[in-house]
T-cell receptor, first 114, second 113 residues
Framework: EPEVTQTPSHQVTQMGQEVILRCVPISNHLYFYWYRQILGQKVEFLVSFYNNEISEKSEIFDDQFSVERPDGSNFTLKIRSTKLEDSAMYFC????????????FGAGSRLTVL | GESVGLHLPTLSVQEGDNSIINCAYSNSASDYFIWYKQESGKGPQFIIDIRSNMDKRQGQRVTVLLNKTVKHLSLQIAATQPGDSAVYFCAESNFSGTYKYIFGTGTRLKVLA
């Protein structure tokens, strides 16, 4: 079964450092997403991406964050100058758009900011 | 019964009993709903979906009920098994908008042997 893959599974970084989280969406999917989940809390929408541009972003997704699809397969989330409160699980998801429109999630990248 | 934990409401059920997990959604314009299951350390996994033109949909051991009048969604799990222990989230979307899915708070289901 096709799956969304994310790397790294866990990253520890110092406050103020830049972090790049990587995702390989399912190959025939057209819509891509990043979500965040702080420990024990709900899954929060960060950004959606379609046709090589941001479709929508939440209030959380400020200038500290950026997304990119540098090639035909990868979808990245960059966090500049990380803060302690950025510590969370970051989930990438993709959607086919022409089919059932179900979001398929990756296993997540745990970010710990010290 | 249900209890409110530190972070998530928790539902404890005996193995073999039926479980009912509830969700109140926020946007009356939402027209598509999904239930996700999240096991510890994993990403959310699709369980079942329903469109706003339906009020009930059944899958294998799971049924979703939609009440648009009161903006309420429920997930029924028949003959609950230990493998059903997880956190369950409902997600809503408005496909006339931007395909953004908004997740509910989540409910932790604990299956007691």
């Amino acid at each position: 079964e096709p799956e969304v893959t994310q790397t790294p599974s866990h990253q520890v970084t110092q406050m103020g450092q830049e972090v790049i989280l990587r995702c390989v969406p399912i190959s025939n999917h057209l819509y891509f997403y990043w979500y965040r989940q702080i420990l024990g809390q709900k899954v929060e929408f960060l950004v959606s991406f379609y046709n090589n541009e941001i479709s929508e972003k939440s209030e959380i997704f400020d200038d500290q964050f950026s997304v990119e699809r540098p090639d035909g397969s990868n979808f990245t989330l960059k966090i500049r100058s990380t803060k302690l409160e950025d510590s969370a699980m970051y989930f990438c998801a993709s959607m086919e758009l022409t089919g059932a429109n179900v979001l398929t999630f990756g296993a997540g990248s745990r970010l710990t900011v010290l | 019964g249900e209890s409110v934990g530190l972070h998530l409401p928790t539902l404890s059920v005996q193995e073999g009993d039926n479980s009912i997990i509830n969700c109140a959604y926020s946007n009356s314009a939402s027209d598509y709903f999904i239930w996700y299951k999240q096991e510890s350390g994993k990403g959310p996994q699709f369980i079942i979906d329903i469109r706003s033109n339906m009020d009930k949909r059944q899958g294998q051991r799971v049924t979703v009920l939609l009440n648009k009048t009161v903006k309420h969604l429920s997930l029924q799990i028949a003959a609950t098994q230990p493998g059903d222990s997880a956190v369950y989230f409902c997600a809503e979307s408005n496909f006339s908008g931007t395909y953004k899915y908004i997740f509910g708070t989540g409910t932790r289901l604990k299956v007691l042997a």
